[in-house]
Each structure stands twice: as structure tokens, then as C-alpha cells.
């Protein structure tokens, strides 16, 4: 966890914020790259910040604004959703094209290492997109120069190890630190004798564990959940929750213009004129989506949910009703190596209906650039990693047995 996630980047923003502990035989205008520095690393961290109320609740905690916070007990997961998330995204146009595209080389390796499935064909193209991005490094920043030798951390190092070590141990994010530090915080708020601390925590870790063994030979006693009230169980992982309206929506003319077009209304069945919207969908991975994607003759597409329905009073069909954004920037991705997917909010001219188990992953889509007069706005695509990346150029095999 720590190297990739904390040591890296730590390295990477002491050259691009021109930090003086690594510039100590160089001149100013040696470091091209060092471009978060006065009034651009101002308006960078602002634009971190106004990003994170566009990520879904799942991505847990959003990254504070790095150019105030960033020294000061910013945490590893804001560093996550920072750099290997929005990155791509915010960095694009701030930092410089050959800074940029070995900065996205880096990112594709990470983001196909830290998925909880790797197909042997993804391990492939990530190991050799990190052994790319170590040698890039030293031509593009060391330059081969012995003064410069100190940018050579272990960090860059141990990218080399990150592919055979999944293919000897399996997927790294299973391993990493993250449940460790979960399970001491967990003890830590067991402890209740501050008197006696250390024999209060080994007594809690041994009933943890006792308990964890009994659930593991008899897991029928563990704690059954139920579904929240007032919700809606679709089956296959997926429900719907509240809210839910009270008196029927009338649909606008784009609406049922979308909904006549689709193929979920029997034929010479009456228009349907109103219906009742529900708020929110669980889907099968436990997320609560709002923002996602959907497939459509296995075509990815990406969408914006404007609410959740059902067709007839016994719920047979349970739908919803999304605004299609435009298929991704095909040139952006190919100079991007496909960890940038750029796409246009069409609104209301895109609308259309979809069955609600269509939906495979909530996705956070963030303003992409600044808004040009007359045309649709751009957003790009914010995923949460540890799940299925979307990355045309690293599909890998679809079959289970390819898998690590």
C-alpha cells in the first residue's frame, strides 16, 4: 500500500511542486517538469477539491485540497483517489506532454495491479507498462546524471517486483495493508482498560478470533441482514430504496418519447403518461448507484441516472430511465494508453430506458476541462479501484481459467 500509494507520489510531487530537498545541484530551469508552483499549484488543489462531490459515496473519503493539506495529514486513500483516480483527468493540459504520458503509463499499471481479478493478459501489459515507466523515469527525469542519483527511490524500484509478485501471490489489493490497519483500528476501539491496555487487547483479539472461527464452521449463526424498509428487492444482488414518490411523476415529452422507443412496452399497450420514480439502486457489488454504466450488445457505454421505475402493478419490469453520454474521445484514449475517457453530457438528447439489471458498477464522471460556450460539457471518468477497470487497450481474457 505504502509504495504505490503514499512513497511514489510523495517522490513525484517534491519534482513537479519543485520541492529544494531534490533540487540541490539544479538550476530552475533544468526541472521542465516542476509545474505546481505558484498560481497553477493554487488553482490545481482548488480544482481537486470541487472534484470530490462528483465521485459516488462509495469512493469513501475524497481527496481535501493538496496545495493546503498535502503536508498535513493527508491520508493514503486521498492520495489514491488523487493521483490513480482524478489524475489522469486533472493533470491533462498542467502537466507536460512527454511528463504526462509516462505520468498515464504509470496509471494503467496501478490501476490493472490493483484490480481483485487480473487476467494473465492484463499482468502482462501492466508489468510491462511499469518496466516501461522505471526506465522512462531515468531518461526523462535522472537524465543519467550522478547528481540526480537521489531521485532513484526505492519506490521506482519496487514497480519492477509489483507484476511477478501478483503472479506468485495472487492479487496484491487482497493482501495489502489496508486490512491490517482496518483490523487495528477495529482492536483499538475494543480496548476499555487504558490501565491495564496490552492485556485488555489480547484478551479482545483472542474472542475476535474465536468468534471468527465459529463463523467460519457454522456461518447460518452469523447475523442474517434485511433488507432496508420500504425497499424493494429485484433479486441477483439488486434493490431498489427509497425515496420513492408518494403521487405518480408525469413523464415530460422526452421522456415518453424515450420510453415508447424503447422495447419494454407490449404492443398496443396505452401510453404510459405517469409512473412512480424510485431515488436510489443497490446493484450487485454493493454499491449505491447514481452515476454508472451500463452494456448495450456488449457495447460499454456510460450513462446518468434520472430516476428508477417499475411497469405494471406487479413490478415485472423494473426500469430506469438514463441519459446516454457520448461515446469516449477515441484520441484522448489512444494518447492517454486508455486511462482517460472523456466523454460529452448530451442531457436530454440522449435519453433512454434500460433494465435496472444492466447496470454493472457506479462510476463518478468529473467536469473535464473548461466549459466552451455552445457546446455539451465535458466529464471524465472516475473509477473506483480495486473493481474491473474500463481500459479498451488492456481487455486481457475474458476467460475465468485466464484469471490470477
Partial sequence: MHQPIINLPG???????????LQKHDKDSDWPWAVLTGDVWVEHGKTVADAGRFLPRSFD?????????????YKAWEFLVYVYIL????????????????????????????????????????????????????????????????????????????????????????SAQWTMERIIGVLGSLVKQPSNAFANLTEQAKKMANIN??????????????????????????????????????????????LTSSCFL??????????????????????????????????????????????GSDARKTLALISLFSMPDEAILQRT?????????????????????????????VPFGKRVEGCNPRYFLAEKLGLDVYNPYSTGSEDADDEV
Fill in 11 to 21: 517522490l513525484l510531487f517534491d519534482l513537479w511542486c519543485q520541492r529544494r530537498n
Fill in 61 to 73: 473519503h475524497v481527496p481535501q485540497n493538496p496545495q493546503e493539506k498535502i503536508s498535513s495529514g
Fill in 87 to 174: 489524475g489522469p483527468g486533472l493533470f491533462y493540459g498542467v502537466l507536460p506532454e512527454p511528463y504526462y504520458r509516462h505520468f498515464c503509463k504509470l496509471i494503467q499499471g496501478i490501476q490493472l495491479i490493483y484490480q481483485r481479478s487480473i487476467s494473465r493478459e492484463q499482468l502482462r501489459i501492466a508489468h510491462q507498462t511499469l518496466l516501461e515507466y522505471c526506465v522512462e523515469f531515468e531518461h526523462l527525469y535522472y537524465q543519467r546524471r550522478s547528481n540526480r542519483l537521489h531521485f532513484i527511490h526505492q519506490s521506482i524500484h519496487s514497480l519492477t517486483h509489483l507484476g511477478p509478485k501478483t503472479h506468485h501471490l495472487g492479487p496484491l489489493s487482497l
Fill in 213 to 258: 472461527a465459529l463463523l467460519a464452521m457454522w456461518p447460518e449463526i452469523g447475523h442474517k441482514s434485511h433488507d432496508p424498509r420500504g425497499s424493494f428487492n429485484l433479486g441477483g444482488g439488486y434493490i431498489l430504496l427509497g425515496p420513492k414518490d408518494d403521487k405518480p411523476y408525469i413523464l415530460s415529452p422526452a421522456e415518453q418519447h424515450a
Fill in 266 to 311: 407490449d404492443p398496443g399497450a396505452p401510453m404510459v403518461r405517469s409512473i412512480y420514480r424510485w431515488g436510489r439502486l443497490q446493484i450487485s457489488n454493493g454499491q449505491l448507484a447514481r452515476l454508472r454504466w451500463k452494456e448495450i450488445d456488449r457495447t460499454i457505454c456510460f450513462a446518468e441516472a434520472r430516476f428508477y421505475f417499475c411497469l
Fill in 337 to 365: 494508453h486508455g486511462v482517460l475517457t472523456v466523454c460529452e453530457y448530451q442531457d436530454e438528447a440522449s435519453l433512454a430506458v434500460i433494465e435496472i439489471k444492466s447496470i454493472q458498477v457506479v462510476v463518478g464522471m
